[in-house]
């Protein structure tokens, strides 16, 4: 079965600052990946997806992440952190049965 | 509409009662899940729905929870007996179909407080 660790309850980063949330993940075949950002009081959506090609992914609101087998690591990044990025972030796996999901990393952003 | 749709967003109950909880999925997707998010967790996965397949309930916590899917429509998660550890954000998502690549849309989900 397939399992998924954020090892970053917390970040706090400053306003302008790079970003770099880490996940590594279990799973005996190639996964499929996936993060999500989840702001107070809405759902999740969905900031890239990663199953085959490129290892470098880019999605929304200007984050990327970068497949790593060798590490089992699927680390979201964003060179220039803006105030509207505070959120929790999750990252997902999905192997042969539905995503599952890390506890989340919470980020906040300061001035 | 556009988006997964919950109702109700917002559910208090007493300790003891049953909760229903709804979901109408993006029109047009055949694959329907269910997760929980219990305060500063993860999301769990509770139950799976594909067309007109069996459904995956290996992520029910207990036999207190039971799902249903009326053809490729809406969706209800029943809790009995609701305990104060059932306290969670129920939260609905839907896809085209069961293909892994699929992005998976989620509402944005009903808060469920036991007291």
């Known amino acids: 079965a397939q399992s998924v660790t954020q090892p970053d309850i917390h970040i706090t980063v400053s306003e302008g600052a790079s970003l770099e949330l880490r996940c590594n993940y279990s799973y005996g075949a190639t996964p499929y990946l996936f993060w999500y950002v989840q702001s107070p009081g809405q759902g999740l959506q969905l900031l890239l997806k990663y199953f085959s090609g490129d290892t470098l992914v880019q999605g929304i609101k200007g984050f990327e992440a970068e497949f790593k087998r060798s590490q089992s690591s699927f680390n979201l990044r964003k060179p220039s952190v803006h105030w509207s990025d505070a959120a929790e972030y999750f990252c997902a796996v999905r192997g042969n049965t539905p995503l599952v999901f890390g506890k989340g990393t919470r980020l906040s952003v300061i001035a | 509409g556009a988006g997964v749709s919950q109702s109700p967003s917002n559910k208090v109950t007493e300790k003891g009662k049953d909760v229903e909880l709804r979901c109408d999925p993006i029109s047009g997707h055949t694959a329907l899940y269910w997760y929980r998010q219990r305060l500063g967790q993860g999301l769990e996965f509770l139950i799976y729905?594909?067309?007109?397949?069996?459904?995956?309930k290996s992520g029910l916590p207990s036999d207190r929870f039971s799902a249903e899917r009326t053809g490729e429509s809406v969706s209800t998660l029943t809790i009995q007996r609701t305990q104060q550890e059932d306290s969670a954000v129920y939260l609905c998502a839907s896809s085209e179909d069961r293909g892994l690549g699929n992005t998976i849309y989620f509402g944005e989900g009903s808060w469920l407080t036991v007291v």
């Open positions: 729905f594909q067309g007109n397949s069996a459904p995956d």
